[in-house]
């Protein structure tokens, strides 16, 4: 026996047995159960085949995730994935140096020889841009090659060189100007992100001189009465200078803009610049 479909309804070619006839109830439950017998196989089958979409797609998205970990691993980043660490902090630094300033040179090669290096090792947390007033303290002219390279370093984003191996260059061209040829193993020691970013700065004689007219015209605003000049996180530090160069409250004005995610690194501040002057505050004890 078969029944006949409804308007708009596929025909059911299942025979069902009718003992004595099917009139009223019995008929219309036999329609019922075999309409539910049919969506019930159709879902059946629609569902087999979601639950293997769904499998192939998560097994391609693991797949994708090892194949990115592996890569990342390979440039050494593996530990961050790993981790889930979120970037560090960049406080923003800002120095002004007067070419030619030996004080300049004292706290740049002590910002660099004990804060960005172990165990101290600051750099990654710190967004730096040195600005050079315009002039010099021989000459009234400044170096146009070591300004230009300090107003491109400037314009340069951070993640172009997160150790600041741009700073190195900078003071050793800053040291003698007239040789900065002398630095160019500095200047291939950064990333090679940052070298053809500093590099093709350079060469566009437009753009570095608009980025050193801008770089002469901050410094001016900063208003600064004495060499170097040191601002941290908006907050303007008392003059190295007047200290020694001492670049101690450098650090620790970063490490407190940075609070309770400083790294390691801020415990490792030394009490002391130097050998003699542990000894002087020793003896004094």
Same mark, same amino acid.
């Given at each position: 026996?078969?029944?006949?479909?409804?308007?708009?309804?596929?025909?059911?070619?299942?025979? @069902?047995?009718?003992?004595?006839?099917?009139?009223?109830?019995?008929?219309?439950? @036999?329609?019922?159960?075999?309409?539910?017998?049919?969506?019930? &196989?159709?879902?059946?089958r629609?569902?087999?085949?979601?639950?293997?979409?769904?499998? @192939?797609?998560?097994?391609?998205?693991?797949?994708?995730?090892?194949?990115?970990?592996?890569?990342?691993?390979?440039?050494?980043?593996?530990?961050?994935i790993?981790?889930?660490?979120?970037?560090?902090?960049?406080?923003?630094?800002?120095?002004?140096?007067?070419?030619?300033?030996?004080?300049?040179?004292?706290?740049?090669?002590?910002?660099?020889?004990?804060?960005?290096?172990?165990?101290?090792? @600051?750099?990654?947390?710190?967004?730096?841009?040195?600005?050079? %007033?315009?002039?010099?303290?021989?000459?009234?002219?400044?170096?146009?090659?070591?300004?230009?390279?300090?107003?491109?370093?400037?314009s340069?984003?951070?993640?172009?060189d &997160?150790?600041?191996?741009?700073?190195?260059?900078?003071?050793?061209?800053?040291?003698?100007?007239?040789?900065?040829?002398?630095?160019?193993?500095?200047?291939?020691?950064?990333?090679?992100?940052?070298?053809?970013?500093?590099?093709?700065?350079?060469?566009?004689?437009?753009?570095?001189?608009?980025l050193?007219?801008?770089?002469?015209?901050?410094?001016?605003?900063?208003?600064?009465?004495?060499?170097?000049?040191?601002?941290?996180?908006?907050? %303007?530090?008392?003059?190295?200078?007047?200290?020694?160069?001492?670049?101690?409250?450098?650090?620790?004005?970063?490490?407190?803009?940075?609070?309770?995610?400083?790294?390691?690194?801020?415990?490792?501040?030394?009490?002391?610049? &130097?050998?003699?002057?542990e000894?002087?505050?020793?003896?004094?004890?």
């Amino acid at each position: 026996t078969h029944f006949r479909p409804r308007a708009g309804q596929r025909p059911n070619r299942t025979p @069902l047995p009718c003992l004595g006839g099917c009139r009223g109830s019995r008929a219309r439950s @036999l329609r019922r159960g075999a309409r539910a017998m049919a969506q019930t &196989s159709a879902i059946g089958r629609a569902g087999s085949w979601s639950f293997a979409v769904v499998c @192939l797609a998560l097994h391609l998205a693991v797949a994708d995730a090892v194949s990115e970990y592996r890569q990342h691993a390979l440039r050494g980043e593996s530990g961050d994935i790993a981790a889930g660490a979120a970037a560090a902090p960049h406080v923003p630094v800002t120095l002004v140096f007067l070419e030619g300033c030996g004080d300049c040179e004292n706290y740049g090669a002590d910002l660099a020889d004990i804060g960005f290096k172990a165990p101290v090792d @600051l750099a990654r947390s710190i967004d730096l841009k040195v600005l050079l %007033v315009d002039g010099a303290i021989e000459k009234g002219l400044g170096t146009p090659a070591l300004h230009k390279f300090a107003a491109c370093a400037g314009s340069m984003p951070k993640d172009y060189d &997160s150790e600041l191996t741009w700073f190195k260059a900078f003071l050793c061209a800053h040291a003698d100007p007239k040789r900065s040829h002398k630095c160019d193993k500095l200047r291939q020691a950064m990333p090679k992100k940052a070298f053809k970013f500093i590099q093709e700065c350079e060469d566009d004689d437009n753009r570095s001189s608009r980025l050193v007219k801008e770089m002469h015209r901050e410094a001016a605003s900063r208003e600064a009465g004495s060499f170097p000049w040191v601002d941290v996180a908006g907050k %303007v530090l008392p003059p190295p200078d007047e200290d020694e160069d001492d670049v101690r409250p450098t650090l620790h004005a970063v490490c407190e803009a940075i609070g309770k995610s400083a790294p390691s690194g801020c415990h490792a501040i030394p009490r002391h610049m &130097s050998g003699e002057e542990e000894e002087e505050y020793d003896m004094e004890d």
